[in-house]
C-alpha cells in the first residue's frame, strides 16, 4: 500500500486548503483513513479520520468545525477540506491508513505516507 499526500501550500490566514491523499490497492470497508500533522518542534497530532465504507468521521479539537474529511471511493482517495486556516495550523500534514479506529488515532496506523507541507501566514 503506497499513500501520496498532495495539496499543500502557501496561504494566508482565513483562507482554504483541500489535500488529497491518494491510496494504491485495495482499501477495505473497516479500514480507517486518517490526517496528522507535525509543526516543527512539536509532537505529531491527530487531525481527521474517516472509516473508509460508512463514512464515519472523527476531529481533532483544534480543527473542528474548519476541517472537513471525506473520501472518493471511485478514486481510492481521501480528501481534507481546511477552511479559515490559522498560522498554527502550520505543520507538515501527513495521511494514514490502518485496520481500525484505535490504530489510526493513536498514530499506530500501519501505512503513512510522505507528507505535504501547508504553511499558513499571517
Known amino acids: 500500500v503506497q499513500l501520496q499526500a498532495s495539496g499543500g501550500g502557501l496561504v494566508h490566514a482565513g483562507d482554504s486548503l483541500r489535500l488529497s491523499c491518494a491510496a494504491s490497492?485495495?482499501?477495505?470497508?473497516?479500514?480507517?483513513m486518517g490526517w496528522f500533522r507535525q509543526a516543527p518542534g512539536k509532537e505529531r497530532e491527530f487531525v481527521s479520520a474517516i472509516r473508509w465504507g460508512v463514512g464515519t468521521t472523527y476531529y481533532g479539537n483544534s480543527v473542528k468545525d474548519r476541517f472537513t474529511i471525506s473520501r472518493d471511493k471511485a478514486k481510492n482517495t481521501v480528501l481534507l477540506q481546511m477552511n479559515s486556516l490559522k498560522p498554527e495550523d502550520t505543520a507538515i500534514y501527513y495521511c494514514a491508513k490502518g485496520s481500525d479506529w484505535d490504530k489510526v488515532m493513536t498514530g499506530k496506523a500501519e501505512y503513512w505516507g510522505q507528507g505535504t507541507l501547508v504553511t499558513v501566514s499571517s
Open positions: 490497492g485495495r482499501i477495505f470497508s473497516s479500514a480507517v
